[in-house]
Nanobody, 135 residues
Framework: QVQLVESGGGLVQAGGSLRLSCAASGRTFSSYSSYGMGWFRQAPGKERDFVAAISTGGRNTDYAHAVKGRFTISRDNAKNTVYLQMNSVKPEDTAVYYC?????????????????????????WGQGTQVTVSS
């Protein structure tokens, strides 16, 4: 079980930048970084959408088309934290942003660097942080 807490949300003007953080607690990183991480967002009245994902060691990333080139996902396994750097934000980026973790397949040699882009592939979720982009 992993507990995730997002932070860094708030009000930002279009074109500005925001950095979201997701801190993990519990049995997250012991001998290996064993969790793929993802960011999702949900606007009122809409479904939860994939935003970005990063593999266990950070070697692979993936982004939704809507944010590609503007957002950057990264992780610091030593700090049990994943980040979402949001640049050139747009009003349509307004949503509650959630981070999530997915247990990867691991061995003594390390963990897979697979990416997960479906919500049902993630077992643990944070409470969400509101991001509002004004025009």
């Amino acid at each position: 079980q992993v507990q995730l807490v997002e932070s860094g949300g708030g009000l930002v003007q279009a074109g500005g930048s925001l950095r979201l953080s997701c801190a993990a607690s519990g049995r997250t990183f012991s001998s290996y970084s064993s969790y793929g991480m993802g960011w999702f967002r949900q606007a009122p009245g809409k479904e939860r959408d994939f935003v970005a994902a990063i593999s266990t060691g950070g070697r692979n990333t993936d982004y939704a088309h809507a944010v590609k080139g503007r957002f950057t996902i990264s992780r610091d396994n030593a700090k049990n934290t994943v980040y979402l750097q949001m640049n050139s934000v747009k009003p349509e980026d307004t949503a509650v942003y959630y981070c999530a973790s997915s247990s990867a397949t691991c061995s003594v040699y390390g963990c897979s660097e697979d990416l997960y882009i479906k919500a049902d592939q993630y077992a643990d979720w944070g409470q969400g942080t509101q991001v509002t982009v004004s025009s």
